[in-house]
């Protein structure tokens, strides 16, 4: 057993939203397809035939994980943000009329600047609020829904603070009062929690294999049965004529191994490390906040996005890093304007708490001592950079109330 005051010789990694490492089983799923097993799956031959029924039954098992009705309603792509580029951009094309696009003011740059973008060339957006909790305005859905809206997109669940989206609500919503398409971002979510299309009002739904234990380079769109998207790439007509390109069989069948791994993981041991380092990081330390829901069930199982107050993210994370422990801010500093996060200020965090704020996300590979380490290291950093704050005063009153 790891002893919680050294240093560990590798290092610890709580930065499972930005990317996962590929899963063992995924890795040799996908072997015999990087050494001997090798072809087009376009190839009328034996050898393509045999690459093209592993593309097949990898997207048996993606249709599967999603509680897809069909497995022709998945197509692969290289990456989540190409699957909601894709989604909304192609629904875009195809209907040039209906220019009204709604999505809420926290989705993940893959949506958020494609749509700014799409503002920009003429489309109209409107941005639903979140509360402080982060938590999304449903009535603003309601009334923002029009005519020639043509697409909604809003994200399961968020890479920064792990808070769940009422999907389903949603769903209800843009039926009963419109004729939009429903895209989910379901990027952070597949293979965190279950997921199940079938029973949602959603047309679109984009994955991304290396959030969940698949590799870098694979993602995939659900496209309901009847919703017409125009090709992504036109080319030989590879994955129905949807998306032309050879199809990187390694990768695709790395998904459906991580698919399978997903569908058998109840994600319940992550969880309680996580409450653990959450209850403990927040009794522990007086100027530590929880930015996200309080309620743990309206988050994902693995994520903890923590207030620092008044000191500086980089700061903490670069301590972090010398210790060994791997995180991210919630801070994305731009390093001209130091700007804090969208999300973080979409949910109203004052700027000297977002600016210190720190993303703890956990993974199937984390174990108990590293969660002790960590809870062991992280208030000593929290103490030297409360002493170099020049926030003195209020981290004094803040130490005396809380402390
Ligand atoms: N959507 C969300 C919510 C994400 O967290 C990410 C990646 O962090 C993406 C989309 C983009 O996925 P990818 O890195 O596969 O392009």
Same mark, same amino acid.
């Given at each position: ?288 906040? +929880? #930015?996200?829901? @309080?309620?743990?069930? *309206?988050? %994902?199982?693995?994520? $903890?996005?923590?207030?620092? &107050? ?64 960590? +809870? #062991?290291?992280? @208030?000593?950093?929290? *103490?030297? %950079?409360?002493?170099? $704050?020049?926030?003195?005063? &209020? ?9």
């Amino acid at each position: 057993m790891r002893d919680k005051n050294v240093r560990p010789t590798e290092m610890i990694y709580l930065d499972n939203n930005a990317t996962t490492r590929v899963a063992p089983e995924v890795f040799e799923a996908m072997r015999p397809y990087l050494t001997e097993i090798y072809g087009n799956p376009s190839s009328a031959h034996s050898l393509g035939r045999e690459m093209k029924s592993a593309v097949e039954s990898a997207r048996e098992q993606v249709a599967q994980l999603l509680g897809a009705t069909d497995t022709s309603e998945i197509v692969f792509t290289s990456c989540g943000s190409e699957s909601d580029n894709w989604a909304i951009g192609g629904f875009l094309e195809q209907n040039p009329t209906r220019r009204h696009i709604i999505t809420t003011r926290v989705e993940h740059e893959a949506v958020r600047n494609l749509c700014e973008h799409l503002a920009e060339l003429g489309c109209e957006v409107t941005w639903l609020e979140v509360n402080r909790n982060g938590e999304l305005d449903l009535d603003h859905l309601r009334k923002a829904l029009r005519r020639d809206t043509g697409i909604v997109s809003v994200m399961l669940a968020n890479n920064e603070t792990g808070v769940l989206f009422p999907i389903a609500e949603v769903g209800r919503i843009v039926r009963e009062n419109s004729d939009a398409v429903v895209h989910v971002d379901g990027v952070q979510a597949v293979g965190k929690i279950p997921i199940d299309l079938s029973k949602l009002e959603v047309d679109l739904f984009a994955l991304s294999g290396h959030k969940f234990h698949a590799p870098q380079g694979i993602g995939a769109l659900y496209i309901r049965r009847g919703v017409k998207l125009p090709p992504f790439i036109i080319g030989g007509g590879q994955e129905s004529g949807r998306r032309g390109g050879t199809s990187a069989v390694p990768n695709i069948v790395g998904l459906g191994a991580a698919c399978e791994l997903a569908k058998n993981s109840d994600n319940q041991g992550i969880r309680s490390l996580r409450d653990k380092l959450e209850d403990q990081i927040l009794s522990k330390i007086p100027n530590a906040l +929880l #930015n996200g829901a @309080p309620d743990r069930e *309206q988050r %994902l199982p693995n994520t $903890s996005n923590i207030a620092f &107050e008044y000191v500086e993210g980089e700061n903490i994370l670069e301590h972090l890093n010398k210790a060994g422990i791997c995180v991210s801010t919630g801070s994305a500093c731009h390093s001209t304007t130091h700007e804090s996060s969208p999300t973080l200020r979409a949910m109203n965090v004052p700027y000297t708490a977002a600016q210190g704020s720190i993303r703890f996300s956990l993974g199937r590979y984390n174990t108990p001592e590293e969660i002790e380490y960590t +809870l #062991n290291v992280v @208030p000593g950093i929290i *103490q030297k %950079l409360v002493e170099m $704050s020049p926030y003195d005063k &209020e981290l004094r009153v803040l130490y005396s109330a809380r402390g």
